[in-house]
């Protein structure tokens, strides 16, 4: 049931009608979905914004994204809420929205200021992952925010490297287009041209051999 509080404005003297929130937590808020709870939570406690409901709890925008609620995670973007937190394996709400491919979560974190070139405990970057999982409109949606084809991996490989594994035509003609140098090496001395032919990825050799 929904409790109602009275919040009274002294400075024009208006009495007004504000819902409490239905759920004891945003965390809560966030799993169900409920955008309009979300709004009362960050209404009435500010700091709910960049922090859950629960100890433990992760930022609320992480779990937004993690959950793959674009509507809360946008809301909470444009709040104001903290858009480079990491979670333990060292990944950003930006990593986070291309777990979830999820360009347009993906967008918003750019405009915010979300780091683009931040390396996660695998030492990836999101580039990197949207390059693996051939996530085509994530990787431009990446790089008109600002991702940099020329940020190395831990082994010392670009995006391109990641996508020659597996990635299509078009996202490889992508990164070519933006000036990815096809000749980088890794730590273990392999061309993304060595990959693609390693794992037999006919659309990149045929690409990345006439290079």
């Known amino acids: 049931m929904k409790f109602i509080k009275r919040l009274f404005l002294l400075s024009c003297g208006v009495a007004t009608l504000q819902a409490a929130p239905v759920y004891a937590t945003i965390d809560e808020a966030i799993a169900k979905g409920d955008i309009k709870d979300v709004r009362l939570h ?4 500010p700091k709910s914004l960049n922090k859950g409901g629960r100890e433990n709890s992760r930022p609320p925008l992480e779990q937004a994204v993690m959950r793959n609620k674009t509507e809360i995670a946008v809301f909470l973007i444009d709040t104001g809420a903290e858009t480079n937190s990491t979670t ?20 918003a974190l750019l405009k915010a200021r979300a780091k ?3 390396r996660d405990a695998e030492g990836w970057t999101p580039l990197h992952h949207a390059a693996a999982k051939n996530q085509l409109e994530m990787a431009r949606t990446l790089l008109a925010g600002g991702a940099d084809l020329a940020t190395l991996s831990e082994l010392g490989g670009t995006p391109l490297h990641e996508a020659a594994a597996s990635g299509g035509a078009e996202l490889i003609r992508l990164f070519l287009e933006h000036k990815v140098d096809p000749k980088v090496k890794s730590k273990q001395g392999v061309t993304a041209l060595d990959i693609a032919k390693e794992y037999k990825n006919q659309p990149a050799i045929d690409i ?3 290079l």
């Open 42 to 45: 960050v209404a009435a406690n």
């Open 116 to 118: 683009p070139n931040e």
């Open 88 to 107: 333990p394996s060292k990944r950003t709400p930006l990593h986070l929205a291309v777990d979830r491919n999820n360009p347009q979560v993906a967008a």
């Open 208 to 210: 990345l051999s006439k």
